[in-house]
């Protein structure tokens, strides 16, 4: 079955920190795999999206992911965390092989402390 | 460019009441979606469109939710009779090309509650 799984429901962050969130996900097919960012009454707007080409891939605003297929994970990652980072975060699948359409986690909170 | 628009931003009915929501997609983009996010959870699609023809429609309750896509541009979702279980967010997103690669680009989602 193709499923996405994102570890931590919520994440909490000093300003100025690394940001770690993470995704694992199945499929059977070569999956291409994206992350969304879901600001309070806004739209999902995508950061980055991985689709076989380079394993690394880099995104808006300081973001990046990076594809490791023997771990079937693609963690996103910044540097430094920022205030304006603090929003719902979904990692999201299209597993391909006819697949109906996008396969999103549940979402993690990024919490950004002062 | 403009972005997705949908309406009403909120909604709220009484059970077994219809509603309806409208998208108009951003100019030129083909595909168009329709998905519903329950609290505390991902989207999930409801259907897609190509152009005018709804291509994937598996996942619409279809004993309740119908929706349409006049002439290839804005789109209707429409519910009724509306139960209590249809509360969630309802997004809309479009994208230029039909592959399911092509970036979606969501509208900020009707929030329905039924009471």
């Known amino acids: 079955a193709q499923s996405v799984t994102q570890l931590d429901s919520h994440v909490s962050v000093s300003e100025g920190t690394p940001v770690l969130l993470r995704c694992n996900y199945s499929s059977s097919y070569s999956p291409s795999l994206f992350w969304y960012v879901q600001h309070p009454n806004k739209g999902l707007q995508l950061l980055l999206k991985y689709t076989s080409a380079a394993t690394l891939v880099k995104g808006i605003n300081g973001f990046e992911a990076e594809f490791k297929k023997s771990e079937t994970s693609f963690h996103l990652t910044k540097p430094s965390a920022h205030m304006s980072d603090a929003a719902e975060y979904f990692c999201a699948m299209y597993s391909g092989g006819g697949a109906d359409g996008l396969t999103f986690g549940k979402g993690t909170h990024l919490i950004i402390q002062p | 460019e403009a972005g997705v628009v949908q309406s009403p931003r909120y909604k709220i009915i009484e059970k077994k009441q219809p509603v309806a929501f409208w998208c108009n997609p951003i100019?030129?983009?083909?595909?168009l979606y329709w998905y519903r996010q329950n609290l505390g959870q991902g989207p999930e699609l409801l259907i897609r469109y190509e152009n005018e023809e709804a291509v994937d429609d598996s996942q619409l309750p279809k004993d309740r939710f119908s929706a349409e896509r006049l002439k290839g541009v804005d789109s209707t979702l429409k519910i009724q009779p509306a139960e209590l279980g249809d509360s969630a967010v309802y997004l809309c997103a479009s994208s230029r090309l039909a592959e399911l690669t092509d970036t979606q680009y969501f509208g900020p989602g009707t929030r329905l509650t039924v009471l």
């Open positions: 100019s030129g983009h083909n595909t």
